[in-house]
């Protein structure tokens, strides 16, 4: 049976307080210390964990550790080979999950959404509680309130289109939620519409050419949009992603291994990294 929305947010808290004790050398901690510590049965933790991660705590604690970035540079990195294939340049409509992508134009962007109508409302999801905006178009910003809190992340995205009108309407944005989270049999389902820069829309297309459960680094990517230099541009283009989750930016890294950095907080990136890493081995 799926989790209802109430159910997803109040796991993710479970898992935020989990990677905090892994944090404070908890890695070995086992299934019986892990639960204790969380104030729940083993069998309650047991059962929490593998309906909202698909694998046994045990198995999600790895996922979770900090040297788990570098694991996935090491057996999950993708050349994004696939995404020049296809043609970064082309007509701004690309996603290997089959999302509905349209881009605004240079000029509606400039213009900071002026005439543009955007209904938001707040939704539970994995990862807590998120703020969704819309358009009559698809979905144009997610964020996320676990860490930044709801009126930072509210303020946050009111900024990014200052001129424009909006509109609080669950109804309408519920439903879009319902799909932006409800796995890859609901994404061809879920149109998106983005507004940014020339430079951050080729990011944000190279971001969604990075397969579920793989990552990539900030370097690659600047070497796939053909601006090998801009590395620091590239990780400011990542960084102002306004579609978290859908436009993938948590899946990419610093060469070294390091999560680099995360907007909505890097215990959201962490979470989000190694909820694809289960569900890749499913």
Sequence with gaps: MPMTDMEQSYHYGVIRRAIELIDDGGQ???L???SDAMGMSPSHFQRLFSKWAGVSPKKFQQYLTLGHAKALLEDRFTTLETAQSVGLSGTGRLHDLFLKWEAM???????????L???????????????IMATDKGI??????????????????LSR??????????????????????????LSQTPIFVMGSALQIKVWEALVSIPEGSVCTYS???????????VRAVASAIGRNPISWLIPCHRALRKTGGLGGYH?????KRAMLAYESARAEI
Aim: charged share 20%; with cysteine; aromatic share 10%.
């Design 117 to 131: 109508q955007i209904f938001w409302a707040w939704c539970e999801s994995p990862f807590g509680p998120a703020l």
């Design 28 to 30: 070995n901690m086992s």
């Design 161 to 186: 289109w200052p001129e424009a009108e909006f509109i609080e309407d669950p109804t309408r944005i519920h439903p879009l939620a319902a799909s932006a989270f409800g796995g890859p049999e609901t």
């Design 105 to 115: 134009s240079p000029g509606d962007y400039a213009r900071g959404g002026a005439a």
């Design 264 to 268: 909505w907080g890097l215990p959201v």
């Design 140 to 157: 144009c910003g997610i964020a996320f309130a676990a860490e930044t809190g709801a009126d930072a992340a509210m303020a946050d995205m």
């Design 220 to 230: 690659d990517i600047a070497e796939t949009i053909g601006r090998p230099k801009a």
């Design 32 to 34: 019986e210390e892990l």
